[in-house]
């Protein structure tokens, strides 16, 4: 249990920080460049956890597996990390990170549609406790964000908590190493497929016409310097591969809801980090939103731990009779 909390504080940090740094190296990088080559890195580095996963399991990987790896890493990498990596470049990283953090209520939401799981009272209150922490943060009587940042950022955890719901099936199977690992190669796969059409000179001319010049002619492993090296490999190597690495082993050691505290520390340590390294000043209207969403976000946990409490209860007294 106590490797358990050491890997939970690894995984906060790391995705704490994950915005300020790729904050730091958007203006180096295509956003789409940047999207693909930390994603397709990110996932070899899961590659030996997830090969040691299915060899323990003892399971293997059939055609039918393949095409769900193939539409999660799509949902997952094409879809919501571009609309991620555009919102960091459109608004402060502070935000993202706040935002982005409350998509487990969007998980919730969807996993009521999809997968039929009942919704508590005490998700209801989380919701509305969240919701409106993002309304104070946005500030829409005052706002000085970028609506379009703000947008992105809601479209990006909409659809990663999408991706998360539409995944707990091949999660079941195969576990969360192997789910991840396969669809960020798979779904940067398909995105390196989208950068080499928007080569082709008809295509890049009709994206640049439309105002969408970030998909047109997307270099691939350029840009790279000894003043941004450093930023790279730890947006390439630790946050993207070790982080979410770190994140499953910490679900191993402990539970998925031990495991959601990451979700609850990184809106508070994000916005300092951000104020700390890259002088982001945080308002009074964000520290109260901040507020909000981290009183749901407590709310959710301690009832969620409580339910899971009475039901190992339960199971035990069943068990004994």
Known sequence: MKKGYLYIAITTILFSSMEIMLKFISNTFNPIQLTFERFFIGGLILLPFAIKSLKSKEVSINKEDIKQFLFLGFMCVVVSMIFYQLAVTHTKASVVAVIF????????????????????????????????????IINPLSIKLSPIGVALTL?????????GVLGKKSTIKFGGEVVTCFSFIFGS???????????????????????????ANVPLFTGYNMNNIWAVIYVYVFVTGLGYASYFKAMEETSANTTSLVFFFKPVLSPILAFIFINEFIPINMIAGILFIVVGSIFTIICNMSLEKKSINRQEEITSN
């Open 155 to 163: 479209l990006a955890a909409i659809t990663f908590a999408l991706y």
């Open 189 to 215: 796969l398909e995105m390196l497929i989208l950068i080499l059409i928007g080569h082709i000179p008809s295509i890049s001319s009709l994206l640049n016409s439309f105002n969408i010049s970030d998909f």
């Open 101 to 136: 953090s409350c998509n487990p209520v969007f998980v919730m939401l969807f996993a009521y549609v999809f997968l039929k799981e009942k919704i508590h009272s005490h998700n209801i209150v989380s919701l509305i406790l969240e919701i409106v922490g993002i309304i104070i």
